[in-house]
């Protein structure tokens, strides 16, 4: 029984003290989505950033920057691997905004042979894999010594007009996968509606009334809720269909979640699931909300992102009053 | 070599034992109207004031009473006066008898009934008889109990005749008796409640055992003493060595250099474990402790999955349930557990960690018996009876009820949770005795695990969604065994069952079912004096399925989320055959010295390849003392095959050997008397060809320390030990990579237990255990996966670095016991981490790798259970 009671434990445990991800409270790049979540190797891509600024104070204000080529089949696909090739190609201490592409969305073009140069794949269809990377800063951007003792440490930083590394709230190092397949296609998740205590939101966003109790776990949460159409749930052919090199005899779905962001106040959770790869729509997808008094401005937004786990992302996003 | 004590008890009533204590010394005359109570007052009715030729009746025939037995039936036990107001005719005879008060449990009533029965002389005034009254007490004590013992050889089953027999009451008083030519000692006079039974016969192991005698009942005790160990001198030619053999009676001495038992008696009383059998492994040198939660055996710095578990040398897939919630075996179906950390025997193989390997106990052989149990976590049941012929049979079943009280809790905390983890195992036991040394057992046991909820993970979306795990498995298992004569004996486990399990979190399932059959044939031969030969074989055939959806590789530092293009699916069935021979032999050349060379071959078909594993195990004693220090030492060399999964042609590859272990182990054994031991090991092993990253086995590991532990073991009233284990294990990708410590690596370990029976039923035990704390990597901020919406962490080079606070709890334990005779009512509480010190569990990082906070541990927990015995 004890450590049933130790789960028990840990379960409470959860609501910690520690600031969640769902605050944001400084530089942050929510998410990245792309056209084309499975592209077709030569095509175009286009990605679409969303970054947010939740500084309370700005000394400089946040850009994001897109490098402007992709790293392309890292072994074993993982994205630190690209790190030193990206390091090589930049000098040090020299401001490369200018080398960046300013803004919100880049257009990236994928090789021919992105497949054909991929590691031979196993339990799946062939695949190439490309990663697109995007920098949010409220300063200027350099490459910083690549330090042998921590590979995966991202090449880039964020400096003030002294030279100053700023901190990790003024500046946010990002990729965004890119599959290619050669006939596979994947369509972004789609937040058709966002509830709070169950009214659908448009533009023009809802109010909130603050919390005033000493412990959070008292204050009535606003319930925020999403929908995704059912047909949004699509068949997981990339990872082993029938007669495709794999041994599988049986397919899934993708699995479909809702990541939740706000500037003020804070979600129970940060994250609601909504179909699961194996048991479908699930019962329960609520998130709860709530500001507590003294926290964060009179207005905030809320950001509802959509993902599945292939690569697709479409986001919303709310204002809200604090009453 | 251990004692083996079979006892056959059996209580019976005895009705006929009461002491009649009929005080007529005492007997009041009574006088109409006077309240003297003045013995033998010559009664007078009407007149009576001419006292001067008047004699009171005296008392002629006597008539004892009985202890009534409707007190004995209520077992109302105490000392008790009657006193009966008679009435006497002018012949001396009673004609009335009439108590001074009434009672609850007969004791009146048998007065009264024996009154009627008493016989006096008449009282009588000037020389001529008449009626009176008079006062007279019956004295009531209560019938002491018996104790018949018998005293027999183990090995012949004839009795051992002019043994001295040394009874010690609870007060200290002793008593000696000398067995009769049957081998027996009657005793009627002995006080009620405790008593040690010490039997010392010459050329056989002492025996000693506790009893708790009840008033009116008579207890049968069968004792088989074991014949000592002795030197057999043998016809021997000029200049050679005089060879030693070591008489094999009972259990021969180990053939491993570090073999700790713990008895059935030891692992229910283990404090902190909750009387668990398989958990009192955890207080062992050599063994990591595992934090809450898990349910692991990590031996000698060795991963949870080296280490091999056998019920009767059958292997099983699981030692715990849930989360070490308890163990699959319980402790009333165990007899003893066997636990090897390392260069363990050439019997057991396909392990690069230790071996544990439990006895279930064998069904009694007496009478009906029967047991039930309840405590916070589970309901448990054992039966068990002769069925004649020298079969007998026994059930036990377990269930566990937390999620019963525990479910609203978690409901209340939204939790998330929709079945709690809950548990069931069982097992049934037949066996058939042709005599002490042959015997057939047939038995079925297994377990069934469940736990669903809907898991948040944080950010991790991977880890978020259904939640769920189930495992089963079951074995049908028969143990036959025959020691032929004293040279040749055979024993032969054949096995057959299915383990299940079932794992999906977010978009990772796993399924995979095995049907797993064994045969294990193991002949022992004694050669020549001072040559014993061991030699079988272990096959294991194990057709599976495997269905699963996972990351084709596990996340390492930089992939903490597994997005869809690294999930992949496999499914498909196939065997795997793991066939075994080995032969081990025991050399005692030379006085005092014992080698033991082994040889295993084991051939797998996933490997296609067999690995031949030479051991040897070395131990000289430096005299014939019993008490003599002795030198011991192994080396050897360990395989363990690769799992279904990294063989699988998705999630693994083919072509992939063994992973081989080679170990060696040097210490000392000094015992100090029949109970105290000191021993010592330091440790060195070696583990090669570990599977990195899926496909690669370029890993390499090694572990090495030092073990001591002084122990106290065998005495009836007390057990405990001091042990400590310093020790070091490391792991790296290759052979060019910095050696990283082990996430399981605890560099000390010191547990101090010891649990005493304080008397009257009483039992107290404590431990204390100082543990350094779990390495653990100190991550930092990386890159932002904006696809999937979580950060990767940074990881320097070398892996666990940095190390939990030391972690440190006592834990105690009391039990008592109420003996009713025909059955014990017994209850427990133990009381973990008694000071309530919150050890540090887990450091875990915030969602961009940027802080950390300590996730502790265990508060206070007191556990208490109740008990009924038949």
Not at chain 1, 266 to 286: C, H, N, R, W
Not at chain 2, 597 to 607: E, I, K, M, Q, V
Not at chain 2, 779 to 785: I, L, P, Q, V
């Amino acid at each position: 029984m004890k450590h049933a009671l130790f789960l028990t434990m840990l379960l409470l445990a959860c609501a910690d003290t520690e600031p969640p991800a769902n605050q944001v409270s400084g530089v942050r790049i929510l998410a990245t989505s792309t056209d084309k979540p499975f592209a077709k190797p030569g095509e175009s891509v286009t990605l679409n950033v969303l970054a947010v600024d939740g500084r309370a104070t700005q000394a400089a204000p946040m850009r994001t920057y897109f490098l402007p080529v992709p790293c392309v089949n890292p072994e074993r696909d993982e994205v630190d691997k690209c790190f030193a090739t990206l390091a090589t190609d930049y000098p040090v201490r020299t401001n490369l905004n200018a080398r960046f592409v300013e803004g919100t969305t880049v257009t990236l073009a994928l090789p021919n042979d992105i497949i054909d140069t991929h590691a031979p794949v196993r339990g799946g269809l062939p695949y190439g894999i490309a990663y697109g990377f995007v920098i949010a800063c409220a300063g200027h951007i350099e490459r910083i010594e690549y330090r042998s003792a921590s590979a995966f440490t991202p090449p880039f930083g964020c400096f003030d007009e002294q030279g100053q590394l700023l901190s990790k709230d003024d500046y946010v190092f990002a990729h965004a996968r890119i599959l290619a397949y050669a006939d596979l296609r994947n369509a972004n998740p789609v937040l058709d509606v966002v509830t709070v205590n169950g009214k659908a939101l448009d533009q023009s966003g809802f109010s909130l009334s603050r919390c005033f109790e000493s412990d959070e776990r008292n204050c009535t949460k606003s319930k925020v809720d999403a929908q995704i159409a059912a047909s949004a749930q699509e068949l997981d052919f990339a990872n082993g269909p029938a007669g495709s090199g794999s041994n599988v005899r049986e397919r899934v779905r993708e699995q479909l979640w809702v990541s939740y962001f706000v500037t003020s106040g804070k979600m129970e959770s940060d994250l609601s699931v909504i179909y699961d790869a194996q048991d479908g729509k699930l019962p329960k997808t609520e998130n709860g909300l709530f500001v507590k008094e003294g926290a964060g401005a009179g207005a905030g937004t809320l950001y509802a992102v959509a993902h599945d786990n292939r690569g697709g992302v479409s986001w919303r996003q709310f204002p809200f009053t604090i009453q | 070599m251990e004692a083996f004590l079979n006892r056959r008890r059996s209580r019976l009533r005895r009705l006929q034992h009461c002491v009649p204590f009929a005080v007529f010394g005492s007997a009041f005359a009574w006088l109409s109207g006077a309240q003297a109570q003045t013995p033998v007052q010559v009664p007078a009715p009407s007149s009576a004031q001419s006292a001067a030729q008047a004699h009171a009746p005296v008392l002629r025939t006597d008539a004892p009473v009985s202890y009534p037995p409707a007190a004995i039936a209520v077992k109302h036990f105490e000392t008790i006066d009657v006193v009966l107001l008679l009435t006497l005719d002018a012949q001396g005879l009673v004609t009335g008898a009439v108590p001074e008060r009434a009672d609850e449990h007969g004791f009146s009533a048998a007065a009264v009934d024996a009154a009627r029965k008493l016989v006096f002389t008449p009282a009588s005034r000037d020389g001529v008889p008449i009626a009176s009254k008079i006062k007279y007490k019956y004295h009531f004590v209560p019938p002491s109990p018996v104790l018949a013992l018998r005293i027999l050889d183990r090995e012949t089953n004839k009795p051992l005749a002019a043994v001295d027999v040394t009874l010690t009451g609870a007060d200290g008083t002793a008593q000696t008796i000398r067995t009769d030519a049957k081998g027996s000692v009657r005793v009627e006079s002995l006080a009620p409640g405790l008593v040690r039974i010490s039997v010392a016969a010459e050329e056989f192991d002492a025996i000693a055992s506790d009893e708790t005698l009840s008033f009116a009942e008579e207890t049968s005790i069968v004792l088989r003493a074991t014949r000592t160990p002795k030197a057999v001198v043998a016809e021997v030619k000029a200049g050679e060595d005089v060879p030693e053999e070591v008489s094999v009676r009972g259990e021969r001495p180990p053939r491993e250099v570090v073999k700790r038992s713990l008895t059935a008696s030891e692992m229910a009383q283990i404090p902190g474990t909750n009387g668990d059998a398989l958990r009192a492994v955890q207080s062992l040198p050599g063994v990591a402790r595992p934090p809450p939660f898990f349910g692991q055996l990590v031996v000698r710095g060795s991963e949870n999955d080296d280490t091999v578990i056998y019920v009767d040398g059958t292997p099983i897939p699981l030692i715990y349930h849930f989360g070490g919630l308890s163990s699959v075996i319980p402790t009333e179906a165990t007899e003893k557990l066997d636990f090897y950390p390392g260069n363990f025997s050439s019997v057991y193989g396909r392990g690069m960690g230790g071996v544990v390997d439990v006895s279930q106990r064998a069904p009694k052989q007496d009478k009906w018996r029967g047991m039930l149990q309840l405590d916070l976590v589970d309901a448990r049941f054992v039966a068990e009876a002769p069925l004649g012929k020298g079969w007998a049979f026994r059930a036990a079943g377990r269930r566990s009820w937390f999620d019963v009280w525990l479910g609203p809790v978690l409901d209340q905390a939204n939790a998330g949770i929709s079945t709690l983890p809950r548990y069931y195992d069982g097992q049934f036991s037949v066996q058939k005795d042709w005599s002490a040394n042959h015997s057939l057992r047939l038995s079925v046991f297994g377990a069934d695990d469940a736990f669903k909820a809907t898991a948040s993970g944080g950010s991790d979306a991977t880890t978020s969604g259904g939640f769920g795990i189930s495992t089963k498995f079951w074995r049908a298992q028969a143990v036959y065994r025959n020691r032929f004569s004293e040279d040749t004996e055979a024993r032969a486990t054949a096995a057959f069952g299915n383990d299940t399990v079932s794992f999906g979190i977010g978009t990772l399932s796993l399924q995979q079912s095995t049907f797993p059959a064994s045969l294990r044939v193991e002949v022992t031969q004694k050669v020549e004096p001072g040559i014993r030969a061991n030699t079988g074989v272990d096959l294991l055939y194990t057709p599976y399925d495997l269905k699963a959806r996972l990351p084709i590789s596990f996340g390492g530092p930089g992939e903490q989320n597994v997005p869809g293009a690294r999930l992949a699916t496999s499914e498909g069935s196939g065997a795997r055959l793991f066939a075994g021979a080995y032969t081990e032999w025991e050399l005692t050349p030379w006085k005092g010295t014992r080698i033991v060379p082994g040889f295993r071959a084991d051939y797998t078909s996933t490997t296609e390849r067999t690995d031949l594993s030479p051991r040897i195990n070395v131990r000289q004693a430096l005299s014939s003392d019993p008490m003599a220090f002795a030198l011991k030492g192994a080396l050897g060399v360990f395989f363990q095959p690769p799992s279904v999964r990294e063989t699988d042609k998705v999630f693994g590859r083919s072509g992939l050997r063994s992973k081989q272990s080679i170990q060696a182990d040097i210490g000392f054994d000094k015992p100090f008397s029949e109970y105290l031991k000191l021993s010592f090991d330091f440790y060195y092993k070696t583990l090669d060809r570990l599977v990195v990253n899926q496909t690669q086995q370029t890993g390499q590991g090694r572990s090495f320390g030092a073990e001591t532990m002084l122990r106290y073991q065998g005495s009836p009233r007390f057990f405990g030990w001091l042990s400590y284990t310093l020790s070091r294990s490391e792991r790296r990708d290759d052979a060019t990579r910095e050696w990283s410590t082990f996430a399981n690596d605890q560099t000390h370990v010191l547990t101090v237990l010891g649990s005493y029976e304080l008397g009257r039923g009483w039992r107290l035990g404590g431990r204390y255990r100082a543990i350094s704390g779990n390495p653990y990597t100190s991550f930092g901020r990386g890159s932002y996966d904006s696809t999937t919406g979580s950060y990767n962490s940074t990881a320097p080079d070398t892996l666990n670095t940095e190390r939990m606070p030391l972690f440190h709890q006592l834990d105690v334990r009391a039990d008592k016991v109420w003996d009713f005779g025909s059955w014990k009512l017994s209850t427990y509480l133990d009381i973990q981490n008694l000071y309530n010190y919150r050890a540090v569990e887990a450091v875990t990082p915030n969602y961009d790798y940027t802080r950390a906070k300590n996730t502790r541990g265990l508060t206070i927990f007191p556990s208490l259970g109740i008990r009924g015995e038949l």
